[in-house]
Structures are given as structure tokens and as C-alpha cells.
């Protein structure tokens, strides 16, 4: 089976680093790390301000919100709710995902995130399996 192991170069739309636009309640995002970022704390006010945020701000900025009491368990469901809009708003990336086939999608990184992605060959691959899980139904 292929795979695709980073999210780079003509991969790169697969990132959440990835720009572009993204509306949610309203509310216009410019890639779907701020969306996703916005959802931690659950409060109102940091979901306009991570709309203003592009990824690196979004993710620093993330680090520091206070995470509302489920977010362990909602997590997983926000990340496939942000990705589902991410794709199905902008119809380019769309077909970009379908078009990756059947290769598995494993976002490798060097950051240490082994719970959406792989590091060292440790991890979940969770993004990488929401994406596939997302691809399958476009298909």
C-alpha cells in the first residue's frame, strides 16, 4: 500500500497549517488549525479571536487557553467536524484528498505529537486517520 508520510510540498493541503478559508457559525477562518484551536476553550470571545489567527499564531495561542472540561472527550469529534468543513468549503482540496487513492496518510513530524501524528515511528496518526476516514466518504 502507498503511503503518504509528510504533509508537505504537493501534500501540503493535507497540513492544518494549510491556508484557507474555512466559515464556522458564521465566522471566517484562515486555515483549519485556528478552527480547531478555537474550539478549545469553548468560549465565545476566543473563537472570533482565533479567526484572526493564521496556524502558527493559533497553535502558540492554543497552548495557553484554558481547555474546557471535556475537551478530552470531544477532541477527536471537533477535528473531524473542522476537517469535514476544511473539504467540503473548498472543493480544490477536495479533490486533492480523493485523488491521494488508497495510500495511507501518516502525518510524520519531528515536533513530538504522537497523538494526531507519528514521531520517530511512535504515534496515532490520528489526522491521518480522520483524513482517510473523511476520503472514504467522497468516494
Not at 114 to 138: A, F, I, P, Q, S
Amino acid at each position: 500500500m502507498k503511503q503518504i508520510t509528510e504533509f508537505k510540498n504537493e501534500y501540503a493541503f493535507l497540513s492544518n497549517f494549510y491556508p484557507c478559508k474555512i466559515v464556522c457559525d458564521g465566522i471566517e477562518f484562515k486555515c483549519s488549525e485556528s478552527l480547531y484551536m478555537a474550539h478549545k476553550s469553548g468560549n465565545t470571545d476566543d473563537f472570533i479571536r482565533f479567526s484572526q489567527l493564521d496556524a502558527r499564531e493559533a497553535k502558540k495561542i492554543g497552548k495557553t487557553v484554558v481547555l474546557q472540561k471535556n475537551w478530552d472527550a470531544v477532541k477527536f469529534e471537533v477535528m473531524r467536524k473542522v476537517l469535514q468543513l476544511k473539504f467540503d468549503q473548498n472543493p480544490d482540496l477536495k479533490q486533492k484528498l480523493i485523488e491521494t487513492g488508497d495510500a495511507e496518510l501518516i502525518e510524520s513530524n519531528w515536533w513530538k505529537d504522537t497523538v494526531w501524528g507519528v514521531c520517530d515511528g511512535v504515534g496515532e496518526n490520528n489526522l491521518g486517520k480522520l483524513l482517510m476516514e473523511l476520503r472514504g466518504t467522497y468516494k
